[in-house]
């Protein structure tokens, strides 16, 4: 797996920006912007472009990214201006589900040389403190396919280089604090997991993403692949290694995000691995399982697409009730995911590892964290009685566990973090 770099896909060049008034060839360029953004018409915009910017960016690439982020931020809502210099406006946009910088650039023919968002924060520059112990930043990383917008967490005295941990997220349109709305997630998992850390002296990153919160990317839904994230973790372990304030990189992979850690960690400089609620098998299995207690039509028919998926095929057609585990779109992602085995990963990595289980969750079994210690006999195993999915106390019955997960203030288990700090400070 290749290191990520960095990639312009715009013309947009940065000026040394002088405060200036809003020119009106800029709001009448934003207003047509806007119009054509909220009701679909990506042709439209591609109208707006420069020739030398059709060609940075042509249509069959621009289309798709535009579709995807109306369906994943929602219309722009509203657009202050915040400065202009140098042919370079720059804008707050406010969209349904998200709140962006709108970077636009104009040539004398008041054709578009720039189209940019870039993650929006009201003191980008300053770290926001969010307890007298440790400080949280943005990090920003840039990507063949977009940008990967996370947060550092450091504590605040920091004395010499200190380790610091990539926390990998969950399946599904899991952000960098570790909610899913759309499921009913928001325990605010790696945030407080993050806080714990940080007043423990180790230092974290979160990331939404690849589609996700604020990160953007050319990549589609139907493009997507499991090593697609992969990848994204590579970027940020060789981000974090450049970086001098860091002694050692440890990854933290949370569910599906333990076998995402998989992919980054060989031939990285990663120093040791945390599995919390891994699977131990693969992705064809799992899925299996789940269609068991839905109605036989589903379970056939769910069968029928996974026959063809192993044949490398996918199926056009699917009936709306299973759309949420096989529609056409996340099939290729699918594929990408049932040709990974956990267990033949485990037994190939060579540095240390803590396999954390909690009893309770209802997801992830006990005995997968069972099965992936017998892969390396050498991995620390904690097994945390009463814990959960979401790395949270919840008793065994299935409504009360998983009112839990809609808890984002409800603390993490008592032998989480400790356990984790222990394992960091001992890797060598």
């Not at 912007?33 to 707006?48: C, L």
Request: overall charge neutral; proline content about 6%.
């Amino acid at each position: 797996m290749k290191r990520a770099v960095f990639l312009i896909i715009t013309l947009l060049i940065t000026f040394r920006v002088i405060a200036q008034a809003e020119p009106a060839n800029y709001t009448a360029a934003l207003a047509k912007f806007t119009h054509y953004y909220n009701n679909n018409q990506p042709d439209s915009i591609f109208s707006m472009f420069s020739p030398e910017m059709k060609t940075a960016l042509p249509l069959a690439n621009f289309k798709p990214t535009t579709l995807q982020l109306k369906s994943q931020y929602g219309e722009l809502v509203k657009t202050e201006f915040v400065k202009y210099g140098g042919s370079l406006a720059v804008y707050k946009a406010t969209f349904k589900n998200s709140t962006f910088l709108l970077n636009l650039s104009l040539n004398a023919q008041n054709k578009l040389t720039g189209l940019l968002l870039s993650p929006y924060q009201e003191s980008a520059a300053v770290p926001q403190a969010v307890d007298p112990s440790i400080t949280e930043s943005p990090i920003l990383l840039k990507t063949l396919s977009g940008q990967i917008s996370g947060t550092l967490v450091m504590p605040s005295n920091v004395t010499g280089k200190i380790p610091v941990v990539l926390i990998i997220g969950d399946a599904g349109a899991t952000d960098r604090d570790g909610n899913n709305p759309k499921t009913g997630i928001t325990a605010n998992t790696y945030k407080l997991l993050a806080h714990d850390l940080g007043k423990n002296g180790i230092a974290s990153v979160r990331y939404d993403k690849r589609m996700v919160g604020e990160s953007v990317t050319t990549t589609t839904e139907a493009q997507l692949r499991i090593d697609d994230y992969g990848d994204d973790a590579v970027g940020l372990v060789n981000m974090l290694n450049d970086d001098q304030r860091f002694s050692k990189i440890v990854l933290f992979g949370h569910g599906e995000g333990a076998e995402v850690a998989m992919l980054a960690m060989f031939d990285e400089p990663v120093k040791a691995y945390i599995s919390a609620e891994g699977w131990s098998e693969q992705a064809e299995k799992i899925l299996t399982d789940e269609m068991k207690t839905k109605p036989k039509y589903q379970a056939d028919e769910f069968k029928t697409i996974l026959d063809s998926m192993r044949k490398g095929k996918t199926t056009p057609i699917v009936d709306p009730a299973i759309y949420y585990i096989a529609r056409p779109s996340i099939q290729t992602f699918l594929m990408s995911w049932c040709r990974m085995s956990p267990i033949r990963g485990m037994k190939k990595i060579k540095i240390p590892t803590l396999i954390i289980q909690g009893t309770t969750d209802l997801a992830v079994t006990p005995d997968n964290a069972d099965k992936l210690k017998k892969a390396k006999s050498d991995a620390a195993l904690l097994l945390i009685k009463g814990m959960n999915h979401q790395l949270k106390d919840a008793p065994a019955d299935e409504e009360q566990n998983a009112a839990v997960n809609s808890k984002p203030d409800a603390p993490l288990s008592a032998g989480l973090v400790p356990g984790i700090v222990d394992f960091v400070n001992k890797v060598r």
